[in-house]
């Protein structure tokens, strides 16, 4: 179950990463949603007192997966070879495909495919135990937290493709306010723990000050 969506039936565009029932984990996603159901994100974020950095990362990672699983599987049938040869976020912004094992070398390719690429991998990462353990008093790798911000990284590049290049459909579907919502979460969450370099998320930078101002308010 997504924080944001619930259990909202739509199709997924990869199947939904769970978290274990009965895990300190589950416990912690469940506080997350019980939070975020107060409406102020900014709170909702925070690191719940006496819990520990890497778990918190690791929860809200998995359920922002989720979200863009989601939402990216509400607009599949728009993203196409033809429609979206290159993966950009408008016209400065173009991305290639590099995952540093499989594929070294940068390759430019199609937003299905770069984006099937980068979820694919995605999920990799997050059924690995080593590396996001979901077990009690299994240790969270030294380098845990480099490896969600590459994750987070990338995941941000499926929602500025979203919005440059697909924020009509996405208003045609009705889905705008859970994508704004789903987009307001995740950039309070970088922000809150600086998980995202700020010229990465310059593909979104006037979006980005519009939602966080509205806040600040």
């Known amino acids: 179950?997504?924080?944001?969506?619930?259990?909202?039936?739509?199709?997924?565009?990869?199947?939904?990463?769970?978290?274990?029932?009965?895990?300190?984990?589950?416990?912690?996603?469940?506080?997350?949603a019980a939070t975020l159901g107060s409406g102020n994100l900014r709170l909702a974020v925070m690191l719940p007192e006496g819990e520990d950095l890497n778990e918190w990362v690791a929860v809200n990672t998995v359920d922002f997966?989720?979200?863009?699983?989601?939402?990216?599987?509400?607009?599949?049938?728009?993203?196409?070879?033809?429609?979206?040869?290159?993966?950009?976020?408008?016209?400065?912004?173009?991305?290639?495909?590099?995952?540093?094992?499989?594929?070294?070398?940068?390759?430019?390719?199609?937003?299905?495919?770069?984006?099937?690429?980068?979820?694919t991998w995605a999920q990799d990462q997050l059924d690995d135990e080593t590396l996001f353990p979901s077990k009690i008093g299994v240790p969270f790798p030294k380098n845990f937290l480099s490896m969600a911000k590459t994750i987070l990284k990338r995941l941000f590049r499926v929602y500025a493709h979203i919005y440059h290049q697909h924020f009509p459909q996405v208003v045609q579907l009705g889905e705008?306010?859970?994508?704004?919502?789903?987009?307001?979460?995740?950039?309070?969450?970088?922000?809150?723990?600086?998980?995202?370099?700020?010229?990465?998320?310059?593909?979104?930078?006037?979006?980005?000050?519009?939602?966080?101002a509205k806040e600040a308010r």
């Open 1 to 32: 179950m997504s924080f944001l969506f619930g259990s909202r039936s739509n199709k997924t565009f990869k199947p939904k990463k769970n978290i274990p029932e009965g895990t300190h984990q589950y416990d912690l996603m469940r506080h997350a």
């Open 176 to 212: 705008e306010a859970h994508l704004n919502t789903s987009f307001k979460h995740f950039i309070f969450f970088v922000q809150e723990f600086s998980l995202i370099e700020r010229r990465e998320l310059a593909p979104l930078h006037e979006l980005i000050e519009k939602l966080t």
């Open 65 to 119: 997966f989720n979200q863009i699983n989601m939402l990216y599987g509400t607009i599949t049938e728009f993203c196409t070879e033809e429609s979206c040869a290159v993966m950009s976020a408008g016209p400065k912004y173009e991305y290639h495909w590099a995952d540093g094992h499989t594929v070294k070398k940068p390759i430019k390719c199609s937003a299905p495919k770069y984006i099937d690429y980068l979820m």
